[in-house]
């Protein structure tokens, strides 16, 4: 029997059979543990009816720097690419999210831990700018253990390359939704991670800079139960809100229709052009001056009434001063 058939929770013990586990978006039916899903099953789970489509992103050097370790860098992504089938560790679709255009990327953590690298960047600020053409929200599920290493400083300039992208999106005024799944660790969090116009982490998931054991080794000291975990960041102001995998997709509908029409009620208002019937009224909103009346002009054209000139003449003074 291959060994793959079963997966067993991390918390509970529990061994699930892999379809049911599949059928159950990769969340343990007892424990509500939220195990690691790929990035292709992600989107299917996401947009409308499963479709989507892939949005191509550009080809980049493949090992810029000649990096070797105990593999060459190059076979490692060779390896990357078998285990996957993706061609780096980000994926982008485009599709409807109940009928609303969207334009959703997933971090897949089995491609070399998520870790951001020149393609990566490169994908992400692509779905940026075609979410800005074709004026769409921008949906970003993240797992990742940081920057690729094997790509040194250039991995590191994704980080404010990513960051100027994430501007064109504001610059746009189009919705940023940022997804921290687990684990959201290193640079990705210093970058694009947390600068989401609403942040949502699922159950559990590890988010944060350095590691909970570096940061001990660090501070020498104990860390409080939960450190670093959705739950504890949301007590703490760090996130807006924890969502079950099971609800996150109404959730994100929900957000992304009220962002998309209320900027559309916006700008229609900043746009409005009252027409007025035959002997109807026209209500004048506060921020819209409508044109003066033929009565109004010959008024302020008159000049002003004999008794309003007595009404403004100086008053004689009751006691005069001597």
């Known amino acids: ?13 529990q061994m699930v059979f892999h379809k049911d586990l599949e059928a159950n978006q990769f969340v343990m039916p007892g424990s509500g ?48 690419r078998a285990k996957t089938g993706m061609q780096d560790a980000l994926l982008t679709g485009l599709g409807t999210v109940d009928g609303l255009s969207v334009v959703a990327a997933v971090q897949d953590f ?8 020149m ?19 921008y949906i970003l599920f993240v797992s990742s ?19 100027v992208g994430v501007q064109r999106l ?15 660790t290193g640079g990705v969090t210093a970058s694009y991670a947390m600068l989401g116009d609403i942040h949502i982490a699922e159950p559990g998931a590890l988010i944060g800079f350095a590691g909970p054991r570096v940061i001990e080794q660090t501070i020498r000291e104990k860390l409080p139960d939960g450190f670093q975990r959705s739950e504890y ?21 929900r957000l992304c229709s009220l962002l998309v029409t209320g900027r559309k009620h916006h700008a229609g208002m900043n746009n409005v052009k009252q027409k007025k019937k035959p002997g109807a009224k026209v209500s004048a909103s506060p921020d819209i001056k409508l044109p003066a009346t033929a009565e109004q002009i010959a008024a302020s054209n008159s000049g002003p009434k004999p008794e309003d000139a007595a009404e403004d003449a100086p008053q004689p003074l009751a006691n005069p001063p001597s």
């Open 119 to 137: 393609a990566a960047g490169e994908a992400i600020i692509t779905g940026m700018l075609k979410a800005v053409e074709l004026k769409t929200p």
């Open 233 to 253: 960041l949301l007590e703490h102001g760090m996130i807006d809100m924890v969502v079950h995998r099971h609800d996150l997709r109404d959730t994100l509908s």
């Open 1 to 13: 029997m291959p060994e793959n058939l079963w997966v067993k929770c991390p918390e509970t013990g």
């Open 33 to 80: 543990y939220h195990m690691r899903i790929g990035a292709e099953a992600r989107l299917k789970s996401f947009f409308d009816g499963g479709k989507f489509e892939v949005a191509p992103a550009p080809e980049v050097p493949a090992d810029p720097l000649k990096f070797r370790d105990e593999k060459r860098y190059t076979d490692r992504i060779k390896e990357a």
């Open 170 to 184: 504001r610059d746009a005024k189009l919705p940023y939704i940022v997804v921290l799944t687990n684990p959201t």
């Open 110 to 117: 089995a491609f070399m831990g998520g870790s951001l690298g």
């Open 145 to 163: 253990g940081g920057a690729r290493m094997q790509e040194g400083i250039l991995s590191l300039m994704q980080m404010p390359r990513t960051t």
